[in-house]
């Protein structure tokens, strides 16, 4: 990429939006802090940045046993009551970075139920709640880096949402990578693609610290790669803000600084290059 993020994003948006596309509290920031400290002193008067995070609900019990030991880790015992919690933490973060803020209001893939369970197993899923959900658990179905069959409707509510959040020529989409395989952060790159809009990727951060992206999905993308060093330490105090997640993320207490990466498609990147009027 010969320019920096910075400036190739401030370009992409010009006086449309950047739609920064967030599976959960907390992913936009992880991920893309340290720009979204720095973009919107680079835009335009009326170029804009909105963060949507999409998967911003729990549920009411009964809980799959990886629900519960998620919920033990960050000290919660209500889903609900947590992802309250979640919301408000996410609103005063990107508060602080003046930003726009949308919580699309989808369940997390912890608790997500299968709508296409039958009344067995609903009945079944009382005693054994497994049986209820479209990721029953998290190592085995929600972090294999698919997205369930099951999940079908959801992936059109999402791609739906972000069709009617920016519609097709006023801005760029900025989504996740899926790096680590959480299903929820591969439905929201799935919505990303299906929507049809242009959409620059992040690499989801920490799990890129010990996995690498999907070279079936990027091989395709022919992008060119650029990473972004400076705001990591704003970037750092920001992610403190998460105080629910921060503990069970960093549990030494160390958020590393390391470069924030972003893919440019070729598409995406032939699209800024064509002059204004130029043939497609």
Sequence with gaps: MADDPLTTMSALTGSGEMLVLSPHPDDAVLSCGALLVQLPGRLSERGTVTVMTVFTEGAPPPYTLSARRFLRQTGAVDA?????????????????????????????????????RGRWRRRAAGLVPELGHVYPTNRLHLSRGRVSARDSETVRRVTDTVRDLLPQGQGVLLAPLGVGGHADHVLVRTAAVLSGLPAVYYSDFPYNLDAAPDPAFTGPLAATEASLDSGLDEKAELIRGYRTQVDTLFPDGVIPRVPEVYLLPAGVRDARARPAGGPP
Aim: net charge negative; no cysteine.
């Design 80 to 116: 609900e009551e947590l992802y309250a919690e979640r919301r408000t933490e996410d609103s005063a973060v990107l508060a602080r970075l003046g930003v726009g803020r949308r919580h699309a209001g989808f369940v997390d893939g912890l608790f997500r139920l299968d709508p296409t």
